[in-house]
T-cell receptor, first 111, second 111 residues
C-alpha cells in the first residue's frame, strides 16, 4: 500500500498563476483533509471532506477550492496564487480510530 | 487561548534519558488524543493515540491522559538522537471529523 500520495513534490508559481495539487489514498478511508504548514504556525486546516461527495471549509479556506473526485482522490486548487500561499501543503486521510495519515507534502513557492 | 497548547521548546535531553512532552487542551468535550512525530522537511507520522484516562504504552513510548486536568503527555524512554524531531499533539473534539493540532515541541537528544 502506498498510503497517501501527493503530486507534485515541489512547485514554483508566479503571482496570479493557478495550479491543482493532487492527493490520493489507497486505504479506503472516508475522510480526507488539506492542511498548510508554515513556520511557527503549525498545521492549519484548509478544507476537508468527511465523505465522498461532501466538502467543508476549515480554518483558512480563502483562496482555495477543493474537489473530492471519488473516494480515493481529493484535490486542492489555487485559482490565482499569491505570495501568502507560499507554504508546505499536506493531504491526510482518516483511519477508523480518527487517526490521520499524512502524505509526503508539496512545497509551494509563489513569487 | 489556543485550543491545543504545547511548549515550543527546544527540549534538550541527553541520550538514554526520558523525554517528557506535554500538551494541554481547552475543550472538555475532547475525546481522542494523538501524538505525531515530524522530522525536519518531512510529513507528520503517527506515534500513538489514547482515549481513556491513564497510561498507554507502545515500545519506548508512553502516552498519559488526564481528562480532569485536560492534559496529555508523551514519554519517550531511552531517548536516542534519532528521536530528535518536532512532536505534535492533536485532539479530536466530540462529534467532529477534525483534529486540532498544537504547534509542536522540538526535541533535541544530545549524544
Amino acid at each position: 500500500n502506498a498510503g497517501v500520495t501527493q503530486t507534485p513534490k515541489f512547485q514554483v508559481l508566479k503571482t496570479g498563476q493557478s495550479m491543482t495539487l493532487q492527493c490520493a489514498q489507497d486505504m479506503n478511508h472516508n475522510s480526507m483533509y488539506w492542511y498548510r504548514q508554515d513556520p511557527g504556525m503549525g498545521l492549519r486546516l484548509i478544507y476537508y471532506s468527511a465523505s465522498e461527495g461532501t466538502t467543508d471549509k476549515g480554518e483558512v479556506p480563502n483562496g482555495y477550492n477543493v474537489s473530492r473526485l471519488n473516494k480515493r482522490e481529493f484535490s486542492l486548487r489555487l485559482e490565482s496564487a499569491a505570495p501568502s500561499q507560499t507554504s508546505v501543503y499536506f493531504c491526510a486521510s482518516t483511519g477508523q480510530n480518527y487517526e490521520q495519515y499524512f502524505g509526503p507534502g508539496t512545497r509551494l513557492t509563489v513569487t | 487561548q489556543k485550543e491545543v497548547e504545547q511548549n515550543s521548546g527546544p527540549l534538550s535531553v541527553p541520550e538514554g534519558a526520558i523525554a517528557s512532552l506535554n500538551c494541554t487542551y481547552s475543550d472538555r468535550g475532547s475525546q481522542s488524543f494523538f501524538w505525531y512525530r515530524q522530522y525536519s522537511g518531512k510529513s507528520p507520522e503517527l506515534i500513538m493515540f489514547i482515549y481513556s484516562n491513564g497510561d498507554k504504552e507502545d515500545g519506548r513510548f508512553t502516552a498519559q491522559l488526564n481528562k480532569a486536568s485536560q492534559y496529555v503527555s508523551l514519554l519517550i524512554r531511552d531517548s536516542q538522537p534519532s528521536d530528535s524531531a518536532t512532536y505534535l499533539c492533536a485532539v479530536k473534539k466530540d462529534s467532529s471529523y477534525k483534529l486540532i493540532f498544537g504547534s509542536g515541541t522540538r526535541l533535541l537528544v544530545r549524544p
